[in-house]
Nanobody
Framework: QVQLVESGGGLVQPGGSLRLSCAAS????????MAWYRQAPGKEREWVAG???????EYQDSVKGRYTISRENAKNTVYLQMNSLKPEDTAVYYC??????????WGQGTQVTVSS
């Protein structure tokens, strides 16, 4: 059984920052790819940022320069540092990982609300 536990969401004012964390535990093979997705009310879930085991990163255009994804392989943990937050960043954020056997796992989601 594999569990992904997310933390760090909350309410923040526009221009503020939050840091999300997602730790994987349980019977999991070596993690290959880790990513963050988000789903705003009434919209489909969308990919936000991803990072390979070797540390290569990619970002959705709307978050480039504001978000930073990172990981600690020894802890099976991925982070998302979010700066200069905007109201349109409001969503439930989900972590995602794929192991070297291509099994994929999702976190339970954490709410991020950007509002004054």
């Amino acid at each position: 059984q594999v569990q992904l536990v997310e933390s760090g969401g909350g309410l923040v004012q526009p221009g503020g920052s939050l840091r999300l964390s997602c730790a994987a535990s349980g019977s999991i093979f070596s993690i290959n790819y880790m990513a963050w997705y988000r789903q705003a009310p009434g919209k489909e879930r969308e990919w936000v940022a991803g990072i390979t085991r070797g540390g290569n990163t990619e970002y959705q255009d709307s978050v480039k320069g504001r978000y930073t994804i990172s990981r600690e392989n020894a802890k099976n943990t991925v982070y998302l540092q979010m700066n200069s937050l905007k109201p349109e960043d409001t969503a439930v954020y989900y972590c995602y990982l794929k192991d070297i056997t291509s099994r994929a796992y999702w976190g339970q989601g954490t709410q991020v609300t950007v509002s004054s």
